[in-house]
């Protein structure tokens, strides 16, 4: 088994962990995103919206993809606003 075969091994219970984490509190991580991208938007004073914007939602679907279990199908609706 090579040096990656041995980390991949290590490291598929905490990916399990994650996912299942990711799919309870998956609104709680959504509301966190969304309080950060509007502080660092303050902050930077609208400076970088465009980019901000676009790395909250990349977030977003990285945790709804990290949440749906089953690998296939539709993920989840986004909560609504």
Do not use: W
Request: hydrophobic fraction near 30%; aromatic fraction near 2%; glycine fraction near 14%.
């Amino acid at each position: 088994m090579g040096f990656l075969d041995n980390l991949k091994a290590k490291l598929a219970p905490a990916k399990e962990k994650v996912g299942d984490l990711a799919q309870q509190h998956g609104g709680k991580i959504d509301q966190g995103l969304d309080k950060a991208a509007r502080t660092v938007d303050q902050r930077t004073k609208g400076k970088y919206s465009d980019k901000i914007v676009s790395g909250t939602q990349k977030a977003k679907d990285a945790v709804d993809r990290l949440g749906h279990k089953d690998g296939g199908g539709t993920p989840p609706p986004p909560p609504a606003s």
